[in-house]
């Protein structure tokens, strides 16, 4: 009796320890959806796990490698944007620290765009669907500069579907803004950034660029703001939101169109601003139309700015980053607009 007492206590014990092995495993930080054919399934990225220092990368002669950070870089006087300065104006500061700018480029030398368009097509899209085709087709007219510009169309819902890869023939992205027909049932919003960013826009070479119409709060998604933000500055992709909440058939009760609303709205303006784009709140067609226009208009105008941190070690840490003008009337006079920080962290970037 003993012995049979001793061998049922084993078993149990062994099938306890087999359910906590279970329960103890992680979800992988990749999203489960990587392609359009899996596009049903929720993502699943994990937390951020705890910086951990890493020594910076030598090559094959043992030679220690630079990175280096990459920032589009805004002016603005007032709403007009500013065109016309020089690497002379301007200076970077990482954590308080002066830094070395390595390179310069101006819109005519700047390299192409890769622009993303992530449409949202749950539910609350239905009434507005052919106001925000016609924005994005026209938007992506104006966007791509032929035989240099590139960009992609994507749409999601409770799914994430990749209408149209980086292309600049424009009939081809007339034709995949075409087959949007019906709406889903949810807003992965979070996802989709997650998705378009680590899989299209991480190796393309030049300015990455996602642009958001989404009228609604993510309902959906396995990241969150906090990873659609990391993964955005990670892959070096500015992005701009237009929020069409307020919507076309008439205004939201109690609420001024073109103004930020609720928790969704200064999420998707946190999005933006920390990745160096803007938020945009439309009220009808007219002013879904601007803020495509002022998108383009941007783009065009940027400044590309490239600075060597002196701080080569990938801690992991965030970085604060601040751009100044070195002339002190330039800065009373006009306003620059870029991302804010970024992760020390290892990652594949062309």
């Not at 280096?68 to 007032?78: A, I, N, S």
């Not at 003008?325 to 009373?332: A, G, P, Q, S």
Request: proline share 5%; aromatic share 8%.
């Amino acid at each position: 009796m003993k012995r049979i007492a001793r061998i049922t206590f084993l078993g149990s014990l062994i099938v306890a320890l087999l359910g906590v092995g279970q329960y103890a495993q992680k979800p992988a930080k990749q999203l489960a959806q990587k392609t359009a054919k899996t596009a049903g399934k929720k993502p699943a990225p994990t937390p951020t796990p705890k910086p951990v220092a890493t020594p910076p990368d030598t090559d094959d002669k043992g030679q220690v490698k630079t990175f280096e950070v990459r920032l589009p870089v805004t002016v603005l006087l007032k709403k007009e944007l500013v065109s016309g300065l020089t690497q002379r104006d301007f200076q970077v500061l990482e954590d308080g620290v002066p830094q070395e700018i390595t390179s310069f480029t101006t819109d005519k030398t700047n390299p192409p765009v890769f622009v993303g368009v992530l449409m949202d097509t749950s539910p609350s899209t239905a009434g507005k669907l052919g106001f925000s085709k016609e924005a994005a087709a026209n938007f992506l007219y104006t966007v791509v500069t032929l035989r240099k510009d590139k960009a992609a169309f994507m749409t999601f819902d409770n799914e994430i579907a990749l209408r149209q890869d980086f292309t600049d023939k424009l009939d081809l992205l007339q034709k995949a803004v075409d087959t949007v027909k019906k709406t889903g049932s949810q807003t992965a919003l979070y996802d989709a950034v997650w998705t378009f960013a680590d899989e299209k826009l991480r190796n393309v070479p030049g300015r990455r660029v996602l642009v958001i119409i989404t009228d609604g709060d993510d309902t959906f998604s396995r990241a969150d703001l906090v990873d659609a933000i990391d993964i955005a500055q990670r892959t070096e992709t500015t992005i701009f939101g237009i929020s069409t909440k307020a919507g076309f058939l008439g205004s939201v009760p109690g609420v001024e169109a073109g103004t930020v609303k609720d928790k969704g709205d200064k999420y998707l303006t946190q999005l933006c601003e920390q990745t160096g784009g803007e938020a945009f709140f439309t009220g009808d067609i007219l002013a879904l139309e601007r803020a495509f226009k002022k998108v383009s208009d941007e783009l065009k105008s940027q400044y590309i700015l490239t600075y060597r941190p002196q701080n080569q070690n990938y801690d992991g840490r965030s970085r604060k980053i601040e751009v100044r003008f070195t002339d002190r009337d330039k800065t009373e006079k006009f306003k620059i607009r870029t991302k804010s920080s970024y992760r020390a962290i290892k990652d594949s970037l062309k």
